[in-house]
């Protein structure tokens, strides 16, 4: 069945960094958009950014703009997500999860917590 793993979470404190991962296996990794969410406390879920199947083209929401890359490698099925400048209001659970068409997110993680601290 298809799993996507992620890891790297932590604390840390502000201004600082975290590169997080999303290990896929039991889908064809290379066929799907892959995309980033966080969860913070209290609030709904929301979407971070995503890039495509060839690592082309990605997207940001602004609030990540300029501190975090989205990148992948699909020869080892994984996805980063490269958080740089990180602030106390980034503190979420993140999510990885794969779309086969853009905005249509098939498959989720189980998420990993981000804690920045002030």
């Known amino acids: 069945q298809v799993q996507l793993v992620e890891s790297g979470g932590g604390l840390v404190q502000a201004g600082g960094s975290l590169r997080l991962s999303c290990a896929a296996s039991?889908?064809?990794?290379?066929?799907?958009?892959m995309g980033w969410f966080r969860q913070a406390p209290g609030k709904e879920r929301e979407f971070v950014g995503s890039?495509?199947?060839?690592?082309?083209?990605?997207y940001y929401r602004d609030f990540v703009k300029g501190r975090f890359t989205i990148s992948r490698d699909n020869a080892n099925n994984t996805m980063y997500l490269q958080m740089n400048s990180l602030k106390p209001e980034d503190t979420a659970v993140y999510y990885c999860?794969?779309?086969?068409?853009?905005?249509?997110?098939?498959?989720w993680g189980q998420g990993t917590q981000v804690t920045v601290s002030s």
């Open positions: 999860a794969a779309a086969v068409r853009t905005g249509s997110y098939d498959f």
């Open positions: 890039i495509s199947w060839s690592a082309g083209n990605t």
């Open positions: 039991g889908l064809t990794f290379s066929s799907y958009v």
